[in-house]
């Protein structure tokens, strides 16, 4: 991805930045932006804009707790179709397993799966 990124012509990479704000009233009209060596701040005008959290899934709290594969949360069975982890009565949803896809529409429709099997495991269980 980032060959492909150094590739496109239309893209400017700004190093060492972040957005700190988001201008405009109706729609995005701009971004302002710090560099977080200098501490100086300045505003782009973009007509838009994508936000993205990385690639790495935030499992390793879950380290010791649940059963890991390459950093992702292994569902029971490894199919796909089940949110069950490698702990009973625990349940994945999203990125976190989501090794293939990794995109928040994803997230969204195991948490719908993951909701649904806890609920039908806590009405099968004593919990």
Same mark, same amino acid.
């Given at each position: 991805?980032? *060959?492909? &990124? ?9 190093? *060492?930045?972040?957005?700190? /704000?988001? &201008?405009? *009233? ?5 971004? =302002? $932006? !710090?560099? !977080? !060596?200098?501490?100086?701040? +300045? /505003?782009? =005008?973009?007509?838009?804009?994508? &936000?993205? $959290? ?6 390793? $709290?879950? @380290?010791?707790?649940? !059963?890991?594969?390459?950093? #992702?949360?292994?569902? =029971?069975?490894? /199919?796909? &179709?089940?949110?069950?982890? +490698? ?7 999203? *990125?976190?397993?989501?090794? @293939? #896809?990794?995109? %928040? ?9 993951? %909701? ?12």
């Amino acid at each position: 991805m980032q *060959d492909r &990124l150094f590739k496109t012509p239309n893209v400017k990479i700004l190093w *060492d930045t972040e957005v700190v /704000d988001v &201008l405009g *009233d109706a729609k995005v009209e701009g971004v =302002r $932006i !710090k560099n !977080k !060596k200098t501490g100086q701040t +300045s /505003d782009l =005008r973009v007509q838009g804009l994508f &936000l993205a $959290i990385g690639h790495e899934p935030a499992t390793e $709290i879950l @380290r010791d707790h649940l !059963k890991l594969e390459k950093g #992702y949360v292994v569902l =029971r069975p490894h /199919d796909g &179709l089940s949110t069950a982890t +490698s702990v009973e009565g625990v349940f994945a949803a999203g *990125d976190v397993h989501d090794f @293939r #896809y990794r995109q %928040a529409v994803t997230a969204a429709g195991f948490g719908s799966m993951a %909701a649904l099997d806890a609920e039908r495991w806590l009405q099968q269980s004593d919990a």
